[in-house]
């Protein structure tokens, strides 16, 4: 198991390595400087400003230092928002976003468990048609169409519920739904799968011969087996609930870390760019090599497999 | 008694075994049908992938065809005519359709400004035909469909079939790039091709060629791995084949089903991408037209021209949706292992 969690640990450590190598030279390549637009500078001033921002040594240098400042959580500094440092910008903004994440999660994950399970239950019944139904459109429409129809018609045309803003509990609601439905789709989806398959196993058939309730082989046999593989699911649907994060906050007006990024797109505020983009792909590694070492825990083939080689 | 002499009316005659009769045995009584007749009946009998499919054909046809036939463009601007409702001849006197040429309060838009042209979906605050506009951008999101699948069937069975026949060290490497490719998230990839190209198609495309293609490597790999072994590709090699031919000619053909299944699965995701990025303003920019960027476009005015979002939402959803449909269709009837 240790051996297992270090190999994946130094993949994690690999990957972002070569995300943040690519990112600098990247950076390098862009045609902008902080020198923009101050042509009436002296030399002398503009040297001065080089060196303040470290640009007057090599670029070999220069990447060691940003390893360096990254190593110690410094990302730079915005070009947009009174040059403030993209790390503080992050952790303002940072609230909502996980917020919003956590209830979608939460949310969906439940009725996406119950929509499963209660599919597989009531196999080739109306039940199980509606929740495939459900699912498929879930997975169909779009997050920024979904939010859009619920903004309109929930909120300008009946009116129930804030259109947009970040004012409190009844504020996150909408945008919690529009999240969600993707994670509802995802696990309504694999929880019917996997539910069937188990609910056709022998063990079932032994459980039901041992005069077991439905209810008690439901429960104790059928559901807890089921739910080991969801586990897999869980480092995609990260990424989508961070792609869902951009455009749902742009949409409800959300003060998160999306929509931050998303205006530091329309501004080409690069660092602020670089620096979330970045953010987001730590965040999402994590997120994977968390799941890769909780699967190895709870299915002991797939560590074997994997520390074999 | 009785049973004794019904006994010996039997002779024994009758109880020869019978002629082997070979021919007649083995006689086949319905035409044999082919690995691909097989899934297409499967296939037809799924209404869901059915409806899906003509839905695709539809929309398909009006991304080529709605264009073309139009006498204006997708980017010819008449201020005189902005922001009027969509109207359509014949629908517009259904009241409850909302193709009558009246705005949100119910006002002729067209009478009171003189305007004699229908425009089926209305136009946008240039004066822009959203007609033609909405079926450009459906030419957009299929031809990123396209693109996906492509990729996916190029790069992807190339690189999954190449480790997975040679295994050992050549796997072990080519899985570790992948692994840290993996690790990579799509949308990251876009954004690092944008800042040093425009925002546009050739970003996206780019990042797809990148990026695009590991599950189906992945898949062709697992199946490649555990065909290689066996007994014809052992023949065919004894027989002199070269590597290239057993790769081509028997592993991938055996893997055809996976193959076809995952690029389905690809191209409603691709085409959700393209969309999603261009409504946060990374994808096609104005005056061009893609779904996702008019969907945003739209969401702008949506308390008074509700129109300009709803239409582009709808056909974006409806293609993804009918994708998913036919995909899963295909799933079932080429794997019936995996049918509900």
Known sequence: MARYTLQRFVYMIITLFIIATLTFFLMKLLPGSPLQNQEKLTPEQKALILKEYGLDKPVPVQYIQYLGNLLKGDLGVSFQYDNRPVAELISDRIGPSAQLGFQAIVFGTIVGLILGIVAAIRHNHWEDYTATVIAVLGASIPSFVLGGFLQYFIAVKLQWLPVAFWEGFKYTILPTLALSVGVIASIARFMRTEMLEVLSSDYILTARAKGISQAGVIIKHAIRNSLIPVITILGPMTVNLMTGTLVIEKLFAVPGLGEQFVRSIELNDYPVIMGTTLFYSALLILAVFIVDVLYGVVDPRIRLAGGKK | ?340
Request: charged letters at 20%; aromatic letters at 10%; proline letters at 6%.
């Open chain 2, 1 to 340: 008694m009785m049973a004794k002499q019904q006994y010996e009316q039997l002779s024994p005659e009758w109880f020869q075994p019978a002629p082997p009769n070979v021919g007649e045995q083995e006689k086949i009584n319905r035409p044999s049908l082919t690995f691909w007749q097989d899934a297409w009946l499967r296939l037809r009998e799924n209404k869901a992938a059915i409806v899906g499919l003509v839905m695709i054909i539809i929309l398909t046809l009006m991304a080529i065809i709605a264009p073309m036939a139009s006498d204006r463009t997708y980017k010819d601007q008449n201020l005189r005519h902005a922001k009027l409702p969509p109207k359509i001849p014949v629908l517009e006197h259904i009241h409850w359709l909302p193709f009558d040429g009246r705005d949100a309060n119910g006002v002729d838009v067209y009478k009171q400004r003189g305007v004699k042209e229908y425009y089926w979906f209305g136009t946008d605050d240039l004066g822009r035909d959203l007609w033609v506009r909405t079926w450009y951008g459906t030419r957009i999101s299929l031809y990123i469909g396209l693109l996906a699948a492509l990729i996916d069937l190029l790069i992807g069975i190339a690189y999954g079939g190449i480790s997975g026949y040679y295994g050992g060290r050549v796997d072990n490497v080519m899985q570790r790039i992948i692994e840290i490719l993996n690790g990579i998230p799509y949308l990251i990839m876009v954004i690092l091709f944008i800042l040093i190209f425009e925002p546009g198609i050739i970003s996206i495309t780019l990042a797809m060629v990148i990026t695009g293609w590991t599950t189906m490597a992945r898949i062709v790999r697992g199946q490649v791995l555990k065909l290689k072994n066996m007994e014809y590709v052992l023949a065919a090699r004894t027989l002199g084949a070269p590597t290239s031919r057993l790769i081509f000619k028997h592993l991938i053909p055996n893997v055809i089903g996976p193959i076809i299944i995952t690029t389905m699965f690809t191209i409603p995701s691709a085409i959700f991408t393209e969309a999603f990025l261009s409504f946060i303003g990374l994808g096609i920019r104005p005056p061009e037209a893609s779904l996702g960027s008019l969907v945003n476009d739209g969401y702008k005015s949506i308390q008074t021209y509700p129109h300009l979002m709803i239409i582009p939402a709808v056909v974006i959803s409806l293609l993804i949706l009918s994708f998913n449909l036919v995909a899963d269709g295909i799933r079932d009837a080429l794997d019936p292992k995996m049918r509900k």
